[in-house]
């Protein structure tokens, strides 16, 4: 044959050829997200599989940042609806726009709203994890019992803290956990106690109650040192929680159910004691619900399943209560041994800045650092910047995400344009080049998700043009 | 030309068209045909005027073909020659190819045709453990390796560490250079549509039996419809090694000397941006031929790797069961492919990414490979070569006068850059390129054209389509370590004399 012109030049100059400037590896674990930006190999990723299958990442949980209206919830949603289908529990403790109700009601889910008037949460019934416990018996049964005790505790005790705005002294706590042991003892097994219960054993301050408080007898050093819990009790029952956590719950989370959301949208975003309080209780009755899962499954009576939390809106529930930065702090500790994936959702890193306390301020954003797995949607430059100290990103990162949060050209035509960041994600795992990926919906999902809803009111009769991407 | 190496963002060039020894376009044989005919013509023009004439005349028939050059260097007598061989090999039949237990070929194999028919496959273990595959060439006795790599691109890293690769690129290929035996290199990368295969294996067996409805809908829909849109892409590097001269080893020996070549070949691709990198087996390469012979495969081979863990598939079997070579085009089994080859490197200078929209996936093509070929010289002639260039780039400079002066000044500047990089440990490669895009049929092949064009100009190259040599030019972008300057009619060092 006559072969091709051969070239001669100085290695230094002829690797400037360079063929690796394509890229062609695209992770291939996880649910099938969407299209690689550059190279259009299908990427897949979730931070279950990740963690557990690929190995990628050393936690299974992702933070997620990026403007409104860029299509993170439903990215988010695809992952939901991805796991689902491997068998994974999707939970929305606190589910906010509601985001997510439409995607757990399609998966046969459980969708638990919350709010006054629409359903509430008897903050102490011991849920699932009490009837886990009664069922395993014995001496696990015991320990899970203990701790479900804990759990309770801790819940009213957050009740509590939300209406004082500020913590509870040690000798109430423990006031009111001899109170509820003995509210317990009290109850008959199949009926769930009730707040109102709590507060009528505190006034009539049974021996095990008084025996706390150091009262030697005498009723009004009784009355003295129960007195202001009484009173919050009291508060918490006819104050603006009132008909929301005294009642028997509405529904409790279904051991067996595909999916589980708590919905909270119907609570007003300037009622911030109720939103804290709701998203406590969800926490509270979600993490409980997977504990007992995992209980029972280590005592081999049911099948083992894995968890998927998703925080959307993150800067909500971290402004409405001290407590939930701790809440979710541990939760990104501890997510592998609570077999408990996590996907937190927010806007920005300033978010965090706008926490109350300084301690606060640091632990969520550590969030960011121990996230195994940080997705950007489209986000001002000067966020990259400081998002590039916690995760190092490079600069053409920056550029292409800064890119992606600002508009079209003013003379873009009409309706078809969309915001060119919408459904454009850049996935980030530890120093590796970010993967920016394209994210395609189908039409099932299309039908499924549409957080603009009440914008489509005047437009024309046929849907068809309506893009599904939301925030 | 990276004279600053200080700058944020280098620039790549000086490369050039290794000299032709002679006078200007003649050539050594032209140049000693030339003056050897001037002798000729004094003796003659002592006998007699119209002899001299007449002997004049015939040489300059002779000649003149030889000064007549293609952009790419070629002769009028190289282009005569291969449409000769052209048009004998149509006539002898072997245009077409045919093989399986129905032809007439021994075997009953689907045997690889053309310069692939007589190569032998082996394997080793390497140092790790992993299986590779070896490919013999009986003809010219030498031995492949090939390996495969999964950039991340430079896409998205920034201009610094794109540089610090490149320039571990750079490396690699001067350290081919001191390779022993090492007759080229390739780097093929190739695009194809995503078959779907991968995702699909990755998904459905996944769904849990008692997942929602709804979920394995959205999934199904998903696996259905993403592969339309995606594609793959697979970068494979080849190694040719050739067995010095008076030599004779065994192959066991050749292959464990191969093998303990692999692991540091492996580790400077990764340092050069290529990803993770693993020789590949005997199968793996088997695969990858016969796919690129029959594209409508590609799933069925995803599937069998996936389900069964391996296709099974032996050299033997990877070959087409009919091939048409045309004067522009290959047919083979399922798809029809059209190669071209390097006219012109890209002219001034260039970024490391220039590469990339030629690398990337085409789209409308059913499967594209670019090969990058190179042929690492040996340190001590590398040296030669770099002082005969300086020497006569001076001379040139120096002899002329006036307009000419300054292009002579700037060759001058080439040629002394090269020779300090030269020294400063460098090594001198000559490179080519080959693009290969393969389509479903006759009629797509204008548009591949089309597409091939508009990807060359983004890369500021200019190439020429292989042209009755389609079938060779085919097998020389697969990873089987085909060096086409091995398989000239003429020996190499002769060629380039004319």
């Known amino acids: 044959m006559d072969p091709p012109s051969m070239w001669r030049a100085t290695t230094v100059q002829a690797c400037g050829l360079w063929p690796f400037a394509a890229g062609s590896g695209a992770p291939m674990t996880g649910v099938p997200l969407g299209q690689h930006l550059y190279t259009g190999a299908t990427v897949c990723g979730d931070p279950m599989s990740w963690f557990t299958r690929a190995h990628y990442i050393s936690n299974p949980s992702m933070f997620m940042l990026g403007m409104p209206g860029l299509g993170k919830s439903t990215l988010v949603n695809r992952m939901l609806i991805g796991l689902a289908a491997t068998g994974v529990v999707p939970l929305v403790l606190g589910d906010l726009k509601p985001d997510y109700a439409d995607t757990v009601r399609a998966l046969g889910g459980q969708v638990i709203s919350i709010g006054r008037g629409v359903g509430g949460v008897n903050v102490l019934d011991p849920g699932a994890m009490g009837a886990a416990a009664r069922k395993i018996g014995g001496e696990a049964g015991r320990v899970l019992s203990a701790e479900t005790h804990g759990r309770v505790l801790n819940m009213v005790a957050a009740l509590v803290t939300i209406v004082r705005d500020r913590a509870m002294d040690d000798h109430e706590q423990s006031v009111l956990s001899a109170a509820l042991h ?53 508060g918490i029952l006819d104050g603006p929680l009132g008909d929301t956590f005294a009642s028997e719950t509405s529904t409790r989370i279904d051991l067996g159910s595909p999916a589980v959301c708590m919905d909270i949208s119907r609570i007003g975003e300037a009622d911030t004691q109720l939103t804290a309080a709701a998203m406590l209780a969800a926490w509270s009755d979600g993490l409980g619900t997977v504990a007992a899962s995992h209980a029972l499954a280590d005592a081999g009576l049911t099948p083992r399943r894995w968890f998927f939390t998703v925080l959307d809106e993150l800067w909500r529930p971290l402004r409405a209560a001290s407590g939930i930065v701790d809440r ?64 190092g990103l490079s600069r053409r990162e920056i550029e292409l995400v800064s890119s992606w949060s600002s508009p079209p050209g003013w003379a873009a035509q009409g309706d078809r344009e969309e915001p060119p960041g919408r459904g454009r994600f850049l996935i980030k795992v530890g120093g590796r080049p970010g993967i920016p990926i394209q994210v395609a919906i189908t039409d099932t999902e299309r039908h499924l998700h549409d957080t603009n809803k009440r914008w489509a009111a005047n437009k024309p009769a046929d849907g068809s043009r309506h893009v599904g991407f939301s925030e | ?54 002997v004049i005349v015939i040489q300059c028939t002779f000649l003149l073909p030889l000064a007549v050059r293609t952009q790419d260097g070629r002769n009028v007598y190289q282009l005569t020659a291969l449409r000769i061989g052209w048009f004998r090999r149509k006539a002898k039949g072997v245009t077409t190819y045919v093989s399986g237990p129905l032809s007439q070929r021994p075997g009953g194999k689907f045997r690889p045709p053309g310069l692939l028919s007589r190569v032998r496959v082996t394997e080793g273990r390497d140092a790790y453990d992993q299986p590779f595959g070896v490919l013999h060439h009986p003809s010219r006795n030498l031995y492949t390796i090939v390996l495969g790599c999964e950039p991340d691109g430079g896409s998205l890293v920034d201009p610094d560490q794109i540089d610090n690769w490149v320039a571990a690129w750079g490396h690699w290929l001067a350290r081919l250079s001191s390779e022993p035996n090492l007759r080229g290199a ?14 699909a294996n990755e998904v459905l067996p996944r769904i849990d039996p008692g997942a929602p409805a709804a979920a394995r809908a959205v999934m199904e829909e998903v696996v259905q419809r993403y592969p339309t849109a995606s594609s793959e892409m ?28 692999i692991p540091g070949l492996l580790d400077g691709v990764v340092r050069a941006g290529g990803g993770p990198a693993a020789p590949l087996s005997a199968e793996n390469i088997a695969e990858v031929v016969r796919v690129a012979y029959d594209p409508a495969v590609a799933a069925d081979v995803l599937e069998a790797r996936a389900v069964h863990g391996g296709t099974g598939l032996e050299w033997d079997d990877a070959g087409p069961a009919a091939a048409i070579e045309k004067v522009n085009a290959y047919q083979h089994d399922s798809g029809v492919s059209r190669t071209w080859m390097l006219t012109l490197a890209p002219r001034g200078t260039v970024r490391a990414q220039v590469l990339r929209g030629l690398l990337e996936d085409a789209p409308g093509t059913r499967r594209k490979r670019v090969a990058l070929l190179y042929r690492p010289i040996d340190p001590a002639t590398s040296a030669r070569i770099v002082e005969a260039d300086r020497r006569a780039a001076q001379f040139m400079a120096t002899s002329r006068r006036g307009m000419v002066q300054a292009r002579a000044a700037n060759e001058v500047r080439a040629a002394e850059q090269t ?60 990873p089987v370590g085909i060096l086409p300057w091995e398989h000239t009619l ?9």
């Open chain 2, 234 to 261: 697979h970068t494979y590097l080849t190694l040719t090694y050739g067995m010095p001269t008076g030599q004779k080893r065994k192959s066991e020996d050749i292959i464990a000397d191969l093998a303990i070549r």
């Open chain 2, 419 to 478: 020779a300090v990089e030269e020294a400063t440990g460098a090594g001198l490669v000559e490179f080519s390129l080959m693009v290969t895009v393969t389509v479903d049929s006759d009629a797509e092949l204008e548009d591949a054209n089309v597409t091939v064009r508009n990807l060359l100009a983004g890369a500021r190259l200019l190439m020429r389509p292989a042209d009755r040599m389609q079938a060779a030019a085919f097998s020389c972008t697969l």
């Open chain 1, 182 to 234: 003995h509210l317990r003892e009290r109850t008959p097994p199949g009926r769930a106690p009730l707040l109102p219960d709590l507060v009528r054993v505190i006034a009539e301050g049974p021996e095990r109650v008084r025996a706390v408080t150091l009262d030697r007898g005498e009723e009004t050093r009784y009355r003295d040192a129960v007195d202001p819990l009484h009173r919050s009790l009291l």
């Open chain 2, 1 to 54: 030309m990276s004279t600053e190496t200080a700058t944020a963002d280098p620039t790549y060039g000086n490369w050039r068209r290794p000299r032709r020894p002679g006078l200007g376009p003649f050539g050594l044989v032209g140049t000693i045909g030339l003056f050897g005919g001037l002798v000729l013509d004094l003796l003659v023009s002592l006998i007699s005027l119209q002899f001299t004439l007449v």
């Open chain 2, 490 to 498: 003429m020996p190499r060092e002769l060629k380039e004399a004319l």
């Open chain 1, 328 to 391: 979710i702090d541990a939760l990104t500790r501890l997510n592998r041994t609570l077999g408990l994936g996590d996907a937190k959702i927010t806007h920005t890193l300033k978010d965090a800045e706008a926490l109350g306390t300084d301690a606060d301020r640091v632990k969520a954003r550590g969030f960011v650092e121990r996230a195994g797995m940080v997705v950007c949607a489209g986000l001002p430059r000067q966020e990259m910047e400081e998002l590039g100290h916690i995760v």
């Open chain 2, 186 to 199: 390739s780097v093929i990368v190739e695009t194809a549509p995503d078959t779907g295969t991968r995702l």
